[in-house]
């Protein structure tokens, strides 16, 4: 199917200028427009499945599946269920936070993945190839083979906004290993990340109609409440400007781990409660899956609210209840069944918005008293809607047409206005980022302390996109050879207050490696041991140094993280940088 955006067109990026481009978002769940019409974002809505319900949707479930080699044998609805291993919300894993946190799926999916003798980042990389060229299959239909030839991509993939640098780092390296960045004759593919809620915000903004609002100007607030899958992801933003839309950042985005996997949980320990574990468990795997896809996933997940049916069946061939008063084949859930299994992650979902109402207050000084925006597969439902609105009656609670493909569709939006006029003009930092010191004593030759930090970006500062965030710093040379280890350590920590000095609350993040030549050794100012007195001469006493003095500049968004080094304002496009992320 194909969308039409009525917000005013971004700038075209690319157009005119070489090869057409074409933006594809991919939120595991893709959307993809052309830059010379970037009003029209197609979303892919086309899938190979068994059941009828699921043929049209328009995203598809993080599913892949295994035969006992390890060898890909189904993925999102196309699974063959016998004889395999099913592997769902893998992706999760990915983050350390979600290996400890994300509930029993996750802990199962680590367990099938450990019997397979693979990592998280090769299940990621084999789902992603799947649905690439599921994607290329469905682009050839849609645009024709001859066309795509001659198209430069530029790929935009979506990420929980707690997410990282670890894990967004091995979701890079999962699309590489699909294929995803594979040579092409009309030039590189490029790939960026992008935060969730930020992907939302942008869609949504024109799909609630917030740009036409007469109540709503310039300093007002709103909230977006990205509930999917796994996690729940929320961000706050300011109007800065109505038109053209402009959005700043109020606060650091938040993530909790109330997805739709919590409610999948839920309804499966309570069919086993209600039928009894050996009645439960006798069920074979191909019934299970048609029951968790056509009675859960497409009726009664979706369909639960207030003032609804007083009971709601779920089919269970060839079931057969103790009570004679039941009826055979199947399983009676009442409304305080499916209650139990809804308000837990209501609750957490309203804490988390109330969370950000608040901070958003005590930074802007307003209310977000315009909106709250709810996106996502889980945003779409009807319950999670009414219990918002109940938590806040003084927020109007929307759920924008399109919700469930905000993300993807907000990736392609993200990718066609890179480099043009940003709607989103800043990013709050999850991260203080900084470098650790020891402070040397040149008159005593003495160290009066190590390990003490600098911090030249804190958590909560916001930063314009436009800017990039610059520490200087200098090492000591003695010899030519020195030049070639010249490295920078950059740590980060996530606590409310800055450490001082490193220690457990300090984490390191990587390792730069700017590459520098021998010839500059010589232009190096030079320092007599004892005098912080700069001499420039070429003759230096054993006791001398050589001051090489550096510039890194940092740019950090939402996803993303640029590192450039500057000598003397001289090296910018020929210094080269190789970083090493930590395990």
Known sequence: MVEVLPAPAPAPTGAGDGPPLLVIGIDFGVAWALSHNPRDIGVISSWETLSSCNSESEKVPSCIEYDGHGRVTGWGFDRATKGCFQLQWFKLLLSADAQRDAGEKVQEAQRILDGLNKLVVDAVADYLKCLWAH?????????NRAMLDTLLFRVVLTVPAAWDHRAQDLMREAAERAGIRAPRAPGPTTLQLVAEPEAAALATFSDAGLQWRPDLKPEDTFVVCDAGGGTVDLISYQIKSMNPPQLRMCVIATCGFCGTITLDEKFERLMRTLMGASAYDKIKPEVKAKILNDCWEHSIKRNFREGGPGEWEVLVPKYKPGLMS??????????????AIFQPACGEIASLVRDQVRQARSVTSKVPKQAILLVGGFGDNKYLFQQLEKHFKGIPVQQPHKAWTAVSR???????????DETITNFISNYHYGVAFDIFCDVEQVYKARDQMKWYLHRGESVEKSESVSHHWYKRIVMVSQLRS?????????SNDAPSHKDSRVKHLCTIYPHLDDSIFEKLPVVN?????????????????????????????????????????????SVEIKVNYVE
Do not use: C
């Open 135 to 143: 994607t290329f299959a469905i682009l050839e239909k849609r645009l």
């Open 326 to 339: 039941r009826k055979i084949d199947e399983v009676v859930l009442k409304v305080g069944h499916l209650e």
């Open 410 to 420: 907000g990736a392609v939006l993200r990718g066609l206005t890179e480099g043009v």
């Open 486 to 494: 010249v490295h920078l350590d950059i740590y980060i920590s996530d």
């Open 529 to 573: 041991t004892g005098s912080s007195t700069s001499i420039p001469v070429k003759n230096i006493a054993s006791t001398s140094y050589r001051k090489l003095h550096l510039t890194l500049d940092m740019r950090v968004s939402a996803g993303n993280l640029e590192w450039l080094v500057y000598w003397e304002n001289k090296q910018k496009g």
